[in-house]
């Protein structure tokens, strides 16, 4: 029978809460983990239907740059990797082509030396002082909500500058997926916290949090069989990755409360981001864009909605997602609305009959990350006068309660399955007494 006393409880099966499970408990420590879900893997979810042999990404799907931690962790999982090459086109004035060179990306770069020398602002502001070009504007606009699933109204321009060298450091222009399923991630780490002794409980939704140095009882809203009444654990230490939307919402009640924590979360914001992926008989685009795009990777249409789509290239998988990240996908309606809205832009930008692709398609996938309990949003990103808070939610309260998760990641990585990995891994070494 499993003891419900234990050294480490560590709330959530995510990414960052695995990393730490699997340190933890391969060093020695004795580690539960509680997860809300039926699954593990957090924002990781990853579909293997019934006669595709392909995996269908609803959450993480690409590896960006050459993250060596997350590189080491993927081949110890047998993930094999593709890298993802091939041409961006674009649809303008009513023609698909070779995406033109844009100074939309030129704008990034600039963000490091106009914010030291003017501080921080929001995106759109910079852009109102800059002044460049509409079209660029515009690109580097879409760019920004798209990427980070934010708010340009809101982001703030000195977390845009980290994160754009921090994306240089790891060659973030190169990317990849897992050939398989990201899923394989999850379930490796999760082998390595049960060899090693540790335990995963699942459908384990934690309700209350009640701390004091050295001590921590947590309740969860199921059931103990034993006695009928909510299950209770407890241990010295604890790490949440409850991601940001969960904090911000209160949804877990702490006794006493984590003001210093809780503050610093409730100035940043999680993303809105909508993913729908469909699944078509055959890949029909192919037949129907121009000799230098047939190795099409992204598809942008800057005045449409969705804006941005890719397929699986360099694979001919008859799929295509279709992304809107940012304000927009606050507004694109009921996922039928969305799915209608995105085969009747597909038949525009591909010169086919109005609802001709109706028939095309063999299935469509989605899940709402903004309505989802568990989640209550995308990833996380810093509003302008935030870039310190997610450093802020590294710092232990009294050495019992580590957070952990995407948005407390101080790399400049925000919103990255690495970027998740680093805080977990960084949040064990402090429950270890390590250097963080």
């Given at each position: ?250 949804s877990v009640v702490f006794q006493p409360e ?42 942008f249409a800057h005045a449409m909605t969705p ?130």
């Amino acid at each position: 029978m499993l003891s419900r006393e234990t050294d480490i409880l560590i709330i959530g099966a995510g990414i960052a809460g695995l990393a730490a499970a699997a340190e933890l408990a391969s060093s020695g420590r004795r580690v539960i983990v509680l997860e809300a879900r039926d699954r593990i893997g957090g924002r990781i979810l990853t579909l293997h239907p019934d006669g595709t042999d392909f995996p269908i990404e609803l959450g993480a799907e690409f590896v960006h740059g050459r993250p060596p931690e997350l590189l080491r962790l993927l081949q110890d999982a047998n993930a094999p990797l593709q890298s993802i090459g091939g041409t961006d086109a674009c649809f303008r004035d009513g023609t698909l082509s070779a995406c033109p060179e844009s100074k939309a990306f030129e704008l990034l770069d600039e963000l490091a030396d106009f914010a030291h020398l003017q501080g921080d602002m929001t995106f759109d502001d910079f852009l109102a002082e800059r002044r460049p070009d509409p079209e660029a504007a515009e690109k580097a606009r879409s760019f920004v909500e798209g990427f980070n699933a934010a708010d340009a109204r809101e982001i703030g321009i000195i977390a845009l500058a980290r994160q754009q060298q921090a994306e240089e450091e790891i060659d973030g222009d190169q990317s990849a997926r897992s050939i398989h399923g990201y899923d394989l991630l999850p379930q490796h780490l999760a082998r390595r916290v049960e060899q090693a002794g540790g335990s995963i409980l699942l459908r384990s939704p934690v309700a209350s949090i009640k701390w004091k140095l050295g001590s921590v009882t947590v309740q969860t809203a199921s059931t103990d069989p034993s006695s009928d009444r909510p299950a209770s654990f407890s241990a010295s230490k604890a790490i949440l990755t409850l991601p940001l939307g969960v904090l911000k919402a209160r949804s877990v009640v702490f006794q006493p409360e984590p003001s210093r924590i809780l503050m610093a979360a409730d100035l940043m914001q999680p993303g809105s981001a909508r993913r729908l992926v469909l699944l078509f008989r055959t890949a029909f685009w192919k037949a129907k864009v121009p000799p230098e795009i047939e190795d099409m990777r992204f598809l942008f249409a800057h005045a449409m909605t969705p804006a941005t789509y890719w397929t699986q290239h360099p694979s001919d998988t008859p799929m295509l997602v279709a992304w809107v990240g940012g304000p927009k996908a606050d507004a694109m309606g009921t996922p039928d609305q969305f799915l209608a809205q995105t085969l009747r832009g597909l038949e525009r930008i591909f010169s086919l009959a109005p609802h001709s692709l109706d028939a095309e398609l063999r299935n469509w996938y989605m899940h709402d990350w903004q309505s989802d309990p568990y989640t209550l949003g995308a990833y996380s990103y810093a509003p302008i006068g935030a870039f310190d808070c997610s450093e802020a939610m590294t710092l232990p309260l009294s050495k019992t309660l580590f957070f952990a998760g995407e948005h407390t990641d101080i790399t400049g990585h925000w919103g990255t399955v690495h970027g998740a990995l680093r805080s977990g891994l960084r949040a064990a070494r402090q429950v270890m007494g390590k250097s963080s």
